[in-house]
């Protein structure tokens, strides 16, 4: 699977756009673009996924760029709730790997939501 | 639907006994998976079930660590004997392999494990 980075935290102001980038320039032609977040104490959480189109549904928008090295989910009014640590995750559909590859969810963007 | 149901929610026991963790997937589901979460290694994937066969264990850190799913609705991950860097949180999730091909991961709460 292929590796991605993000920027360890932001923080955003309640009831603005929240913008939280995600590269992964090695990625391969059938491995979506996935995100999750997990607030404190809970079991991370799906968002959004996306294979090359931009994609949006009730809780953000997914932006993946047309060469697909990167991508930004778009939390368009953040509010408090929305204060959580946000993974990017690639994999082909169906496909999971634990060690080896070590599929783990990386360190995330841990998003701090002010008033 | 309740989600995906784990117990305990919490567990503290002593180093060397025996440590049972228990999922319930969601109903219908064919894929269930277990996560352990630590702030130093962030949540790996332990093992992983389709059709309640374990698929890839190649995550489960050594063998006093193995994993049963007995049937479409139950699994375990079972530590015997546990050691203090057992300590963390695990998390047992479940997917459905449905006709759009989305295989998004539910969660369930957590198990938090402390091994004294």
């Known amino acids: 699977d292929a590796k991605t980075t993000q920027p360890p935290s932001m923080d955003c102001a309640e009831g603005r756009a929240a913008n939280l980038p995600c590269n992964h320039s090695?990625?391969?032609?059938?491995?979506?673009v996935y995100w999750y977040r997990q607030i404190h104490s809970q079991g991370p959480q799906y968002i959004i996924h996306?294979?090359?189109n931009n994609e949006t549904n009730e809780m953000a928008s997914l932006i993946i760029t047309e060469d697909r090295k990167s991508s930004t989910l778009i939390l368009p009014h953040a509010t408090l709730r929305d204060t959580a640590v946000y993974y990017c995750?690639?994999?082909?559909?169906?496909?999971?790997?634990?060690?080896?590859?070590?599929?783990?969810f990386g360190g995330g963007t841990r998003v701090l939501v002010k008033p | 639907d309740a989600g995906v149901i784990q117990s305990p929610r919490h567990e503290v026991t002593e180093m060397g006994q025996e440590v049972t963790l228990r999922c319930k997937p969601i109903?219908?589901?064919?894929?269930l998976f277990w996560y352990r979460q630590t702030m130093m290694r962030g949540l790996e994937l332990l093992i992983y079930?389709?059709?309640?066969?374990?698929?890839?264990d190649s995550g489960m850190p050594e063998d006093r660590f193995s994993a049963k799913m007995p049937n479409a609705s139950f699994s375990t991950l079972k530590i015997q004997p546990s050691e203090p860097r057992d300590s963390a949180v695990y998390f047992c999730?479940?997917?459905?392999?449905?006709?759009?091909?989305?295989?998004?991961?539910?969660f369930g709460p957590g198990t938090r494990l402390t091994v004294l």
């Open positions: 079930f389709n059709n309640n066969v374990p698929i890839d």
């Open positions: 996306g294979l090359k």
């Open positions: 090695t990625i391969s032609g059938n491995e979506y």
């Open positions: 109903s219908g589901h064919d894929y």
């Open positions: 999730a479940s997917s459905l392999k449905g006709a759009l091909f989305t295989d998004t991961q539910y």
């Open positions: 995750i690639v994999r082909v559909h169906g496909v999971f790997k634990a060690a080896g590859n070590k599929l783990t």
